[in-house]
């Protein structure tokens, strides 16, 4: 028997809007290897520091979880913003370590790799105090990175998923306290090569039984009391078959749960009888991707439908009966000379189909087609410098403000706070903000998909 610690590390906010996007993240992965291990006969001891009570929205950005500084926009400008620690400190990691056995393995995750630094001292951290201990260092951005993962000073990096936990579903006895909500795995991977995404690192596949992913569910809302169940495939329209399966597994279940599509329905996929089906199934919640407005942004995205696809789902499901208000609808926002078009006749599509707006600022990671047709403005940047939320392809402090506001803006659900703050614009963006809103008060968007299944 080997003793493992692993360790989820905790992550970094520049703003409000990035912290609540981490409000229901689980270490899914690392919990399945623990679960493995431990099936295996191993000791396993987990640590989620990026665990975090619901304090409210803007609450972590507190002086006393100040992280950092980094730079502002684009690598010539001089502007920095403040980063905060979502999580647990390193002070209460230290404090921990202290009441811990010396392990043999520590097993270090970290998904994004602009949160790489946390990780990098969790490890130096865990060997100064357990210097015989085997590090290793796991997850999408070691994978992504090797080399750069290589100098946290683990022992070991992995690339890619861990062979012997596939298929494992993850144990909450294994967590420090039951969660109000569970993650579930049908499918992985993207075979869309979209110009912002790094999904498509794995293959699409299946990675779950989908009969054996809806008992699973069923024990544990049996027995944790467990209502709502996230699944965080990146595509799972990809795999209809296995959707369907699911489906189809829930309702003859009596699915007593909520279910969330929370990584993205693909819309031009998303058939009448398919959204019927997910409604008996007891899905309650879905992303719908947006992105955007104007045909060539989505033609430059790789995206394979447009935004009026994603319209027609949304409404389609909001004619239904479902809350679309609880629909995520994504959109990217931050791209080196877009137009005020895109930005805001998108964020007003969304509310013209009942959806609730969730914009994205361009996160862009090396390897991506983004960061290539932004590497004159990129060159020279640590990717601790490429979190979205630091606006790192935009240029002047002038600029730089004015999407602050209009990132402000856009993630309005009542379009008249969207109004208030749009008086602030420089007129050129306020006449296109207008122009998109006179759209808008043209009334609810309607599609005719929902035909087939009501008729």
């Known amino acids: 028997m080997s003793r493992l610690l692993m360790i989820n590390p905790p992550v970094l906010v520049a703003d409000p809007y990035q912290e609540d996007l981490y409000a229901e993240a689980v270490p899914f992965g690392l919990i399945q290897i623990a679960t493995h291990r431990v099936n295996e006969g191993d000791d396993v001891t987990i640590l989620d520091m990026a665990g975090y009570p619901d304090i409210g929205l803007g ?101 890619g998923q861990y062979g012997p936990a596939q298929g494992v579903f993850p144990s909450i006895d294994l967590v420090e306290q039951i969660p109000p909500i569970w993650i579930f795995r049908l499918v992985q991977g993207c075979r869309y090569r979209c110009s912002f995404c790094i999904n498509s690192f794995y293959r699409n596949e299946q990675v779950e039984d989908a009969q054996n992913a809806a008992d699973e569910i069923i024990k544990i809302h049996e027995r944790y009391g467990i209502e709502t169940f996230s699944n965080w495939d990146p595509n799972i329209m990809l795999r209809a078959d296995v959707l369907d399966e699911f489906l189809d597994a829930m309702i ?141 392809t935009l240029g002047s402090i002038e600029q730089i403000k004015l999407y602050d506001l209009m990132y402000q803006i856009i993630n309005q659900s009542d379009p008249e706070r969207a109004i208030k703050l749009s008086k602030l614009l420089p007129q050129d963006a306020k006449r296109e903000f207008d122009d998109a809103f006179k759209w808008y008060l043209q009334g609810p968007w309607r599609t005719t998909r929902q035909e087939s299944a009501t008729s």
């Not at 950005?61 to 690598?75: A, C, T």
């Not at 999580?87 to 097993?107: F, H, V, Y």
């Not at 994603?310 to 479902?322: E, I, Y």
């Open 59 to 159: 609450k972590v950005m507190r002086e006393e979880n100040l992280y950092s500084h980094k730079p502002l926009g684009d690598n010539r400008s001089r502007a920095r913003r403040a980063l905060y620690l979502y999580g647990r400190s390193m002070k209460w990691l230290e404090e921990k370590l202290q009441g811990i056995k010396n392990p043999d393995e520590i097993w270090v995750t970290c998904c994004i790799s602009f949160n790489y630094e946390p990780a990098h001292d969790i490890i130096k951290i865990c060997r100064e105090h357990f210097p015989a201990a085997k590090i290793i260092f796991g997850g999408f951005y070691p994978s992504l990175f090797p080399d750069h993962a290589k100098t946290s000073g683990a022992d070991q990096v992995h690339v």
């Open 252 to 392: 003859e279940r009596g699915s007593p749960v909520k279910i969330k599509f929370e990584m993205g329905i693909q819309p031009d996929r998303l058939t009448p009888e398919l959204a019927q089906k997910m409604k008996r199934a007891g899905v309650k919640h879905m992303t719908i991707p947006f992105e955007s407005s104007e045909p060539e942004m989505m033609k430059r995205f790789g995206k394979p439908y447009r935004m009026e696809a994603s319209m027609d789902a949304v409404a389609m499901c909001r004619d239904m009966g479902f809350d679309t208000s609880r629909f995520h609808c994504t959109s990217v926002v931050g791209i080196r000379d877009e137009s005020y078009r895109h930005v805001f006749r998108t964020y007003l599509g969304i509310l013209k189909a009942g959806g609730h707006p969730t914009p994205f600022p361009l996160t862009p990671t090396p390897g991506t087609r983004e960061y290539k047709l932004h590497l004159e403005f990129l060159r020279g940047k640590d990717l601790s410098e490429l979190n979205g939320h630091l606006w790192p």
